[in-house]
Structures are given as C-alpha cells and as structure tokens.
C-alpha cells in the first residue's frame, strides 16, 4: 500500500466510521508550532474581554455565527502569524485543516467561503471591544510562567512615533512661517489693528504646489526658497514695527511665543546668509 494515495482512490474502500480522516490531522496539529501556540493562548479570557460573550439568558436573534467566540479570537493571531489579506487567508483557510483546527472551524470543501467579507466582519467586532491594556495583562497572566528574565524589558525602536522628518530648507522656512503669522495676527487682534498685508495666500499656493510634485528641480528649489525667505522677513518686520509703535506688545505675547519668535528669528537669518552664499549647496 502506498504512502500517499488520493483520498478520492481510497474513500469508497474505507468508510469515514472506521477512519477518522479530521484525526490524524488532530494529531499531527499539536505537535506543529501553530497548535503549540493555540495552547499558550488564552482565548475564552481573552472573549470574554472582548466582550462576545452575554450574561443575559434571552437567545440571541439572528443567523448563528459561522465562528465560535474563541474562533473568532484565534482567527485574529492566525492573520498576524500568516501576514495575509483577507481574501488570501479565506482562501487558506478553506483548504488548510490545520487552520481550520487552530480557528476552531471546519468548513465542508463542497461549500468553501467565498466571501472574505465575513473576515473583515470579525476583525470589526473585535475592534470596537478592544481594551489593549487589558488584553496584554490577559496574555501576560497566561505566558508568565513561560518568560524568563522578567526584570528585563526589551524595545524596539521603530515602533516610537516620532515627529523628526528631512528638514529641507522650504520645510523649514513655511513652519516659521506659519508660527509668526499666527502670532502677528493675534498680535493684531489684540492691539485692534488692522493685519498688516502680506503675500501669504500666494506664497501659501506656491508652496502647496511645490510641496505637490514628485521632484524638485534646484531651479523651483531655489525660486520657492527666495519667497518663502521674502515673506517671512516681512512677517518678522512687521511683528518688530507694531512693537516699536505700540507700548506694552511684549505683555500680549506668553513666553513660549516670545522663545518661537527668536527661534524664528534665529532659524531666518541662517537661511538667509545660506541662500545668498554663491554655492547653496554647501554648508
């Protein structure tokens, strides 16, 4: 007898009552790494969090889910383990027993699911019940007396948001634009005043469609850069005169305006001197 034989060339010799077919995959799935894991899982806890079960005794209306609760959560961490879409996990999921096994579902091959829909469904539920903090001290409760060096924490730091990007000159200079027109506007508003008149709107579309293009020419760098650095110049001269004409400005602006303001300042006459070097390029 051969070791591999189609289950279509042996089904109508051995009834399905005396040979388990579901069996030896039952078998063999807790000795792979993917039953080892749904072992380790804690998933009634974890549904329970989530917020699938009901304490109330009245029968739920409606078309019975396809998944159990604890399936829907295995469901979950089999998409993580695998990294698929939807629509090609639905499709593993019709033909892969061990898949069915670790979601706690068969499903009959002359019926596969044909809508990855009702994925998408699942993962939804489980998104709105969500409590991440809860949910990691559910998971640490059960691994505990699997982890080692407890002490110790480990980071990954790609996984920090952080706000640092490419500091182009024209990033650079529309930021401090917009922080001092701000600032000279509330300024204004304050002291009555009418708002000084700037190019800011034009210079504001310039720069939306330079920010818009996929490259950048020195030639466009430099035609924005020149008007970034004009506009700003004329914020800070502006911002400077209401001071010299008007007693008591520097009561209307909080410390943290006044240290932009410098900042400001500071960051303009670098650009500045940076621009009208004859090499631009180099620092």
């Known amino acids: 007898m051969a070791k591999v034989q189609n289950l279509s060339g042996i089904s109508p010799d051995i009834p399905f009552t005396e040979f388990d077919f579901y069996d030896l995959y039952r078998q063999t799935f807790e000795k792979i790494e993917l039953g080892r894991i749904r072992q380790k899982l804690p998933l009634h806890e974890m549904a329970e969090n989530f917020g699938l079960t009901r304490k109330s005794m009245r029968v739920k209306r409606g078309r019975r889910s396809y998944f159990t609760l604890e399936g829907k959560v295995a469901l979950m961490f089999l998409k993580m383990y695998t990294g698929q879409s939807c629509p090609k996990l639905m499709e593993q999921l019709n033909w892969n027993i061990h898949y069915q096994l670790f979601c706690d579902v068969r499903i009959n091959p002359m019926h596969p699911l044909t809508n990855y829909k009702l994925l998408d469904d699942v993962f939804s539920e489980l998104a709105r019940g969500l409590k991440i903090q809860q949910q990691q001290e559910i998971l640490a409760r059960a691994w505990k007396p699997y982890m080692k060096e407890l002490e110790t924490m480990y980071t990954d730091s790609t996984c920090y948001e952080s706000g640092m990007r490419y500091p182009t000159d024209p990033k650079l200079l529309w ?9 000279m506007c509330v300024v204004s508003e304050k002291l009555k005043l009418h708002r000084p008149r700037t190019k800011y709107l034009d210079v504001e579309k310039a720069n939306l469609a330079y ?15 020149r008007r970034l650095l004009k506009l700003l110049g004329k914020i800070l001269n502006e911002i400077r005169r209401i001071g010299r004409e008007n007693a ?10 006044d240290r932009d303001i410098e900042i400001i300042t500071k960051m303009y006459r670098q650009q500045k001197k940076h621009f009208d070097r004859t090499n631009p390029g180099r620092v």
């Not at 008591?248 to 305006?257: M, V």
């Open 175 to 183: 930021e401090g634009i917009e922080k001092a027109y701000r600032i």
């Open 211 to 225: 920010r818009q293009r996929r490259k950048h020419t020195n030639a466009q760098t430099r035609k924005i850069t």
């Open 248 to 257: 008591g400005t520097n009561d209307l602006l909080t410390a943290r305006q």
